[in-house]
């Protein structure tokens, strides 16, 4: 049986709650809540979670070293997975620099037109070719989060590096009432074609509009396991952002409950087997 294992989740320094910018600020409560590693590790332990892979919160922008440094001192149960400005100077510089410190992977906001800091159909743009260059070069695994319809340029980004490691964000946000054939998710599934993209089963409570347990969204891992594999499927809580809607243990246990369409063995490898693959071999 393969570990347990988290694979999106964010943690933070005590001292920096409420002082993020922008939709994390101060009236937010994922700012406002308590979030470090110590902290995490014991909602770890209560559920049963062997392993877990840091994403870098936007509360600190573009500064990784406080999930780095968690990461780093203990290294055989968490990865890190650092964020940089894709369309900034020194993008691939900032890349190697965060690898080298023991950045595992890196996540872009690939955002919808006119949403945060690198708006606009950015994505395999040759201005960020640099950038991929780099991605491919150090080998380190990408997760995007928000790519839209915009998922649909992966495929020449792909063509161009046939080696990427990508991890689409929490399903690529589908909405639920506007069904499966939804431009959004309809690129998300035509990305299984291309055997290096995996699949996050994640962000429940951002993305459904049912409250827990999220069963308008389990058609959407019905669809995504069936058309990429449960060995390209992985289970991510979100924490803390959790804590405020089922908590930390029942997000843990969702699947598990609720996609009763999943074998033992497809669970196996959501739950853990995929990420251990990916993101700790």
Same mark, same amino acid.
Request: charged fraction near 20%; hydrophobic fraction near 40%.
């Given at each position: 049986?393969?570990?347990?294992?988290?694979?999106?989740?964010?943690?933070?320094?005590?001292?920096?709650?409420?002082?993020?910018?922008?939709?994390?600020?101060?009236?937010?409560?994922?700012?406002?809540?308590?979030?470090?590693?110590?902290?995490?590790?014991?909602?770890?332990?209560?559920?049963?979670?062997?392993?877990?892979?840091?994403?870098?919160?936007?509360?600190?922008?573009?500064?990784?070293?406080?999930?780095?440094? #968690?990461?780093? %001192? =203990? @290294?055989? &149960?968490?990865?890190?997975?650092? $964020?940089?400005?894709?369309?900034?100077?020194?993008? !691939?510089?900032?890349?190697?620099?965060?690898?080298?410190?023991?950045?595992?992977?890196?996540?872009?906001?690939?955002?919808?037109?006119?949403?945060?800091?690198?708006?606009?159909?950015?994505?395999?743009?040759?201005?960020?070719?640099?950038?991929?260059?780099?991605?491919?070069?150090?080998?380190?695994?990408?997760?995007?989060?928000?790519?839209?319809?915009?998922?649909?340029?992966?495929?020449?980004?792909?063509?161009?590096?046939?080696?990427?490691?990508?991890?689409?964000?929490?399903?690529?946000?589908?909405?639920?009432?506007?069904?499966?054939?939804?431009?959004?998710?309809?690129?998300?599934?035509?990305?299984?074609?291309?055997?290096?993209?995996?699949?996050?089963?994640?962000?429940?409570?951002?993305? #459904?509009?049912? %409250? =827990? @347990?999220? &069963?308008?969204?389990?058609?959407? $891992?019905?669809?995504?396991?069936?058309?990429?594999? !449960?060995?390209?499927?992985?289970?991510?809580?979100?924490?803390?952002?959790?804590?405020?809607?089922?908590?930390?243990?029942?997000?843990?246990?969702?699947?598990?409950?609720?996609?009763?369409?999943?074998?033992?063995?497809?669970?196996?490898?959501?739950?853990?087997?995929?990420?251990?693959?990916?993101?700790?071999?």
């Amino acid at each position: 049986m393969a570990p347990i294992i988290d694979s999106h989740l964010h943690v933070w320094d005590e001292t920096a709650a409420g002082k993020a910018p922008g939709p994390m600020g101060p009236g937010n409560y994922s700012a406002q809540a308590q979030a470090s590693v110590e902290l995490f590790m014991d909602y770890m332990d209560e559920a049963g979670v062997d392993k877990a892979v840091f994403v870098q919160p936007w509360l600190y922008h573009w500064d990784n070293s406080y999930m780095i440094e #968690c990461a780093r %001192r =203990y @290294p055989d &149960r968490f990865r890190a997975v650092c $964020v940089i400005d894709p369309r900034g100077p020194g993008a !691939a510089a900032a890349l190697k620099k965060w690898r080298a410190q023991g950045a595992t992977g890196i996540r872009l906001r690939a955002y919808r037109e006119g949403e945060g800091p690198t708006t606009g159909p950015w994505l395999g743009i040759e201005e960020t070719m640099p950038l991929w260059e780099a991605i491919a070069e150090t080998d380190t695994i990408v997760c995007l989060l928000w790519a839209g319809r915009g998922l649909a340029r992966l495929h020449g980004l792909l063509k161009r590096f046939p080696s990427l490691r990508v991890v689409i964000d929490h399903l690529n946000n589908p909405v639920p009432k506007a069904s499966l054939h939804q431009p959004v998710f309809k690129a998300l599934l035509e990305l299984a074609s291309l055997p290096t993209v995996s699949v996050k089963l994640s962000g429940f409570h951002h993305w #459904c509009e049912e %409250r =827990y @347990p999220y &069963r308008d969204g389990m058609p959407f $891992v019905e669809a995504a396991v069936k058309a990429f594999g !449960a060995d390209r499927c992985m289970w991510g809580s979100d924490f803390p952002h959790v804590l405020a809607g089922c908590g930390y243990v029942r997000n843990r246990n969702l699947l598990p409950r609720e996609a009763k369409f999943l074998s033992t063995v497809q669970l196996d490898a959501i739950m853990g087997g995929t990420a251990e693959r990916l993101w700790f071999n």
